[in-house]
């Protein structure tokens, strides 16, 4: 369309060719005819399942960590493309039966019912009361008529709490527990999404829970149908403890702080590396992440540019400051010139090195894909991947100079490596270091290929600002908070209610909270898209 | 000898009952990656017998059973997939067909257009027993399946390895039915709510699956198949045969399946679990992977040497044997590459040995199963998907000509898949994409 001439080029990540939109006019203002890119089935990923079966029966167990990892999707586990195997259904009737077995130790609270003899009534009440909430909609006359069928003949035998029990388990098996399914309607047209679905993926994506009673009332009174009614249930759902899960869990995965779990560094030269201290890395950027969020306000610039965060005495002393008292973690300032929020932070620093040694190359790579939504490709069949004979006289920055020099590696690494060169006073655990083997560090770094944060900088506090400052930058965490809610990438069709949601963002100061509100009215939220030919 | 000149204890359980009237077929793929070193595997033919080379002398006592492939290449990467490397290597070696990438914003997830071979053949030759097939992994990184999983239900669907033995045990061993298992009144009500609540699960499957667009419903269909082989696997019990010791393995002290160097001890113990269920026929086709492609583990037990890295940007994610393979034209490394091989030629004698030691019909459970050791890549340092290096141990019941070394330079390695197919009695003219197989099974394999 010539007509978007004017408007900002596309995304690097948007295929070439896909023609730019013009935007929507900000709020409401509902198409005729709304079409959105389909959302792919996702089934529980562990966490969710975990966060479900402890608001569903307050079990905190988490069964779901012994499952297989959960598969991400554009960066955010939604388990949407392999079908499920045969072990982790085996898995999943293992992880039931042990849930049913413990709940039904609190029967009183779950079925309270007369205990014997049994009692259809009472289980007739139970099976749908319980049932709605696990399936999160009112369940139909089959599933009801098979549940009341598996109690009536397990409490002839066993009695009415073997009975419940036996009924939770294939509850917990069903794929309308295990799946979010939103399956089509008639035709091959994109449809808005009942309450019940609603309610669903706002719970997931807020909570990374399941709904809880009054959202699964409000779709039953078809609360959930319009973007305010989403409006004010976002924010209901915004002001409850579990939005600290949904913030928390976004960013472990946008920050890919799962890979610290099986980071491995070398002994010798980081003895503090302990399991401790990691779990502390973590527990600090997933606190100080909520924290920028919930505080309101810019929360871009918090995440980016803060020099204040959650240490416990193990991260205090890599951080080198005084340790707080007692054995938690406290918001602490940390120096100003060699810290500057998310950056920075020890976790991201680890995920991002070696065993050994830094790595430019992946900490650029992580402000190209993370940061600025790019993708980028690795490198190709043809050539020669193996890397250069190691010479410890030569400074990291000579070592590479070959991405540097050869326009085969440069084409793509010109916009990896000279940022990634920025972060070299952080090592491979995130200490701060003046020194790297036997040179002074230089953190001379670069940013190119951007829309508005080129240029030369030095060290990454200096990056950080310009990052912050960026409106690609800030365009693109709204992206990623819409992948995360969408378990999918973005597609052409988003163009225009993802330009609705970024004015939106802007227009309320950056409040990430704001940025969540506006998802969960936009249109791709609130409907269901069908792929041309998929239809049943 | 019997079982009991194995590394391992075993609990005394299941009685012998009638054997069935032929050996059944059985395959064993057993995965290493990052390629090998060519010229220290290639084994040479002397006066019609097979010379066995560095890599593979630990199989010295074996070679008679052995059959040597060398020259195959994955030639559907090279001339149909826009993806090279490791994970094509995996997402090629054992279904034969083209890779997709299933995440434009992760270009390494890759992951099979078709099903692989050990499933295919499961569908056939293991629909009776109690498992139809089990997949092990020592140390399988499970978080790219890309790069984990060598086994796929079909298209796009991966499957990832149990890296636990103790839960592999569970697979094959738990409430089993049959003699020997707990005859108790609670037994049987606890198997009779198990069929009935997955009864009812099978239910809801089947009335979503039909409401699902059709792009969707493979999944619910999944999770069918997969729910019957579990009620199928609830009543289906050992069968030890004729001769053959069938008891459960004693899995002796717990070890830690994600320290380094626990990687011997977890093979071993898988490798007893997988010479078990084929004694015990709970499955006749089975997978053991040595990590997942481009493996990252550390040989520490081969010498202190292997302690460290070889001097390499960290930046090269390579770690460990896979910073090795990066390394092949370095002498010191290139050493290094031939002991890990060597290495894994021994866990491979060990398992050949176990099946060779179970005796069945006139011969040895080995005699009536191909053990197929197979590499993501030829040569690790420069992703070569040409010259793969191949070992087929057994006859597969007499089906292949063993003790000798076979060269098909250039030649698609489905025809060596196809060949399996019929050693294991499945006739078909293709296996994985039809445009590799013109030429038919390897011609000079079999007997």
Known sequence: ?536 | MGVGASALPFLPLLDAHAAPSSPPRRVVFFFSSNGTIHESWLPKMTAGKLELSPILSPLEKLKSKLLVVDGLSHKVILEKSDRSGHSAGMNTALTGKSNKIVDPSHPLQSMATGISLDQYLADRIGTTTRLRSIECGIQVEPYVKAFAALSYRGRLQPILPENSPYRVFDRLFRDLPGPGAPDSASAHESLADRQRVLEGVSKDLEAIRRRLPQSDRVKMEAHLEAVRAIEHSLTTGADPGSGRVCRKPDLGRPIDIWANDSIPAIARLQIDLVAMALACDLTRVATIQFGGAGASHRFTWLGKEFKTDPELPSDCHAKGFHALAHRETDPASRAKLVKINTWYSTQLAYLLEKLASIPEGAGSVLDHTAVVWLNELGTGGTHGHKQTPWVIAGSAGGYFKTGQLLSYPGEPHNRLLLTLCHAMGVATDTFGDPDYCKAGPLSGAIR
Not at chain 1, 191 to 198: A, F, K, S
Not at chain 1, 437 to 447: E, K, N, T
């Open chain 1, 1 to 536: 369309m010539a007509g978007c001439a004017a408007a900002r080029p596309p995304h690097p990540h948007l295929a070439s060719g896909t023609p730019q939109r013009h935007a929507a006019p900000p709020a409401v203002a509902i198409a005729t005819e709304v079409v959105v890119a389909p959302a792919p089935l996702r089934r529980l990923t562990n966490e969710e399942y975990n966060n479900t079966v402890r608001d569903l029966l307050g079990d905190t167990s988490r069964p779901a960590d012994a499952f297989p990892p959960d598969e991400a999707v554009a960066g955010f586990e939604n388990n949407t493309i392999s079908p499920i195997t045969q072990a982790l259904v085996e898995r999943y009737m293992d992880a039931a039966e042990a849930l049913a077995a413990r709940a039904v130790g609190r029967l009183d609270t779950l079925a309270p019912c007369p205990t014997a003899p049994a009692d259809p009534a009472c289980a007739r009440k139970f099976i749908e009361g319980f049932g709605r909430r696990a399936y999160r909609r009112p369940l139909d006359e089959g599933e009801r008529a098979e549940l009341l069928a598996i109690y009536a003949d397990k409490a002839k035998r066993a009695g009415h709490a073997r009975a419940v029990q036996l009924v939770l388990t294939a509850i917990l098996q069903s794929p309308s527990f295990l799946y979010r399914l939103e399956p089509a309607g008639e035709g091959a047209k994109t449809r808005p999404l009942t309450g019940y679905e609603v309610a669903t993926r706002l719970a997931y994506f807020i909570w990374a829970s399941t709904p809880d009673q009054p959202l699964l009332d409000a779709a039953a009174a078809g609360r959930l149908s319009t973007p305010l009614d989403l409006e004010k249930a976002a924010r209901r759902l915004l002001q409850d403890p579990r939005a600290v899960d949904g913030i928390r869990s976004f960013h472990r995965q946008w920050l890919d702080l799962r890979v610290l779990a099986i980071a491995s560094k070398t002994p010798v030269l980081y003895p503090g590396f302990t399991p401790e201290l990691e779990a502390a890395m973590v527990e600090e950027t997933l606190r100080f992440a909520a924290h920028a969020v919930l505080a309101g306000g810019d929360t871009v610039a918090a995440l980016l540019t803060s020099n204040q965060s959650f240490v416990n005495a193990p991260l205090a002393k890599l951080y080198g400051v005084s340790a707080p008292p007692g054995e938690g973690f406290a918001l602490v300032d940390l120096p100003p010139r060699e810290r500057a929020g998310l950056l920075t932070q020890a976790s991201v620093m680890t995920v991002l090195a070696g065993a050994e040694e830094t790595s430019p190359i992946l900490r650029g790579k992580f402000v190209r894909e993370k940061l600025l939504c790019e993708t980028i490709q690795p490198p190709p069949a043809s050539v020669d991947i193996r890397p250069p004979a190691f010479d410890p006289k030569q400074t990291k920055k000579e070592r590479f100079a070959r991405h540097r020099s050869d326009p085969t590696c440069s084409y793509c690494h010109d916009s990896m490596d000279p940022t990634g060169f920025g972060f070299e006073h952080y090592d491979a655990v995130g200490a701060w270091r003046t020194v790297d083997g036997a040179f002074a560090v230089d953190a001379g770094g670069m940013i190119s290929g951007t829309d508005d944060a080129n240029g030369p900088f030095d060290g990454a506090v200096e990056l950080a600002a310009r990052l912050s400052a960026s409106k690609q930058v800030r365009r693109c965490i709204a992206t990623q908070w819409f992948r995360a809610a969408l378990g999918r990438a973005e597609r052409a069709e988003d163009t225009a209610p993802l330009d609705a949601v970024y004015q939106t963002f802007a227009g309320k100061g950056f409040d990430v909270r704001e940025l969540i509100v506006a998802i969960a009215r936009s249109d791709p939220f609130r409907h269901a898209g069908v792929d041309p030919g998929s239809a049943p």
